[in-house]
């Protein structure tokens, strides 16, 4: 499987990473954290480790470190905007549960 970003997401990374001037992709992960016990980490990225699993979607490279895969295998992550809100949304098949603020979530 893989990691993919919906058309929202991929055309504002792409926007946001060219008014930076600098960038190859996004860096996706999971980290310890929460009262659910997981939670995402996203980062721009600004060169691909040895180490990245690298997979491409809409012409956008993510890279997701290999411990962190298991988790986030099949997530499409998507940017949406709700009202005057607006942010990233992660769609992962993987999640069981999740906290009740939606910071952290089980596998």
């Given at each position: 499987m893989?990691?993919?970003l919906s058309e929202s997401a991929a055309r504002h990374i792409s926007n946001f990473i060219a008014k930076r001037g600098k960038g190859v992709g996004i860096r996706l992960g999971v980290r310890t954290s929460g009262c659910s016990g997981m939670a995402y980490k996203l980062e721009f990225a600004d060169e691909v480790l040895p180490e990245d699993l690298?997979?491409?979607?809409?012409?956008?490279?993510?890279?997701?470190?290999?411990?962190?895969?298991?988790?986030?295998?099949?997530?499409?992550?998507?940017?949406?905007?709700?009202?005057?809100?607006?942010?990233?949304?992660?769609?992962?098949?993987?999640?069981?549960?999740?906290?009740?603020?939606?910071?952290?979530?089980t596998v």
């Open positions: 893989a990691v993919t690298l997979f491409t979607s809409h012409g956008v490279q993510v890279m997701i470190d290999p411990k962190s895969l298991p988790y986030i295998d099949g997530t499409e992550l998507d940017f949406v905007r709700e009202g005057l809100n607006e942010g990233f949304k992660f769609n992962n098949p993987n999640v069981k549960g999740e906290c009740g603020c939606g910071e952290s979530f």
